[in-house]
């Protein structure tokens, strides 16, 4: 499969990103280079039962994995690496791109999956330029919610395409962090940008963003007027917001005891890398806690999304093997819930308050900062990039409707202005952009170990499961006497109730026997993938008719033939 482009157009197009918060990964083709940035997860849905994560389908890339020269990283959030390695199962050897924290984070996920040792990773710096044949890459300095933030630029020979990742303009950023660089967006927009995908997010928030020294300040506010054991739970990335907590802590005199793999993961990358300014003295291990008052201690922990595994989910449902909940324990949820993560974190809540823990969650108590820019900063970004062309990103589709304006307020044309879909191709030169062609961006579902060998009707039959239930119906036949020896008998789970229902039960069985012997009188030699698709399909009618429910059927028909 080949892109509908001319020799010098430069192809613009998301393989996960549009449409969703999630799965980020764009490319970015001239003639015979592909530059791809992230390579993401989306979280699934309520809906997708069973399914662990959602990655994108990587094939046009796997067909032409001979004109990628790098993938390039904006930063360590799961949503923009998270996909590395199944996308390194699939399309092998990539070079890998990305500042020290992501790199650190990457490393990681690729020794879980066996695939370190085989793939060349490159710590950038924002000074750094990467340069191929064809196209060159350099970066520019942006805050987000986790160290290490850069926005991409890629110089082609058409001109300048950006794409921002996710990004705010905090001024006050925590910690020994600067500031994004205002003069290099400035430069690149004085030097001329053709196009520009950026973050649309918190598009329907009308202001500037908070910054995370405000959300410190009433962590520590909070801390200060607790006197039992705290809990606090966030984003083990987000090393700005655990640096305050500890901070908070320390100086209320209280030790902290740190749960979660990946929290304890983070920990040891910030305190290398130079995020995290934590003395070991001040670090409390998990033997210690109970040796201590309760007003001396604070448990830093993963789970503020409601996963069942993570450190918090057990301690609130009393399978922790350390920790268990005490009256006077206050725990701390220092952070929103992601998309797809709103019931379980509800769920995760009301266990802990069941358990009798007093709760603070952020949206009442102002102790958490989206990292993404509103409405303001967006048009800030437009403004210091100055694109002839635009293009929204990382958001559902209301959400690029509204940067689409908003870049149009800012002076970018509205027919230069392209709300696309994954695989919707943007082909441009200095002075022309149209749309050529689609390249395959499905939805690929990740099932425990298996990868995309989920399809639409699994989860399809997964929902009308969760939702209708099973009804079997095993018969045994000979087809040589035309007989139904046994049966047909009905075993139901999740349907009806068998001890109450067996009018239905009884009618059904001989609906059944009729369907059965209807195809034994009448066919000579009686298929019996057509039988049991026709007991399937009678049955569902009758069921239906008398309970108003759709089961899912499942016929087993034992034969005697030979």
Known sequence: MDLKIKEDEVAVFAIGGLGEIGKNMYAIQYQDEIVIVDAGIKFPEDELLGIDYVISDYQYLAEHQNKIKGLFITHGHEDHIGGIPYFLQKVPNVPIYAGPLATALIKGKLEEHGLL????????????????????????????????????????????????????????????????????????????????????????????????RFVGNTIHQIVERIDGRIIFATFASNLYRVSQAVDAAIQNGRKVAVFGRSMEQAIVNGRELGYLDIPDSEILDASEINKLPANKVMLLCTGSQGEPMAALSRIANGTHRQISIQPDDTVIFSSNPIPGNTVSVNHLINALEEAGANVIHGKVNNIHASGHGGQEEQKLM??????????????????????TELAQLCGVPKENTFIYENGDVLALT?????????????????????????????????????????????????????????????????????RESGNLINQAQKHIFHTIKTHLDNDDAVAEDVLKQDIVDNLQEFLYRRTERHPVILPMIISTQV
């Open 117 to 212: 040792e085989s793939t060349k990773m490159n710590v950038l710096q924002e000074s750094d330029v990467v340069t191929f044949n064809n196209l060159s890459v350099e970066f520019f300095r942006t805050t987000h919610s986790i160290p290490d933030t850069l926005g991409i630029a890629i110089h082609t020979p058409q001109g300048v395409i950006i794409q921002t990742g996710d990004y705010k303009f905090d001024l006050t950023p925590v910690g020994n962090q600067p500031g994004p660089n205002l003069q290099k967006m400035a430069k690149l927009g004085t030097d001329g940008v053709l196009l520009l995908l950026s973050d649309s997010t918190n598009a329907e928030i009308p202001t500037f963003s908070k910054s995370e």
């Open 382 to 403: 437009l403004r210091l990039i100055k694109p002839k062309y635009f293009m929204p990103i990382h958001g559902e589709y209301r959400m690029l409707k509204i940067h």
């Open 430 to 498: 200095q002075n022309s952009a149209r749309k050529a062609g689609h390249v395959p961006a499905g939805d690929v579902y990740v099932d425990g170990n298996g990868i995309g060998d989920i399809s639409s009707e699994v989860i399809e039959d997964r929902q009308m499961l969760s939702e209708e239930g099973l009804v079997i119906v095993v018969a045994t036949i000979d087809y040589k006497k035309g007989l139904v020896l046994s049966g047909p008998d009905i075993l139901s789970r999740g349907f009806v109730y068998m």
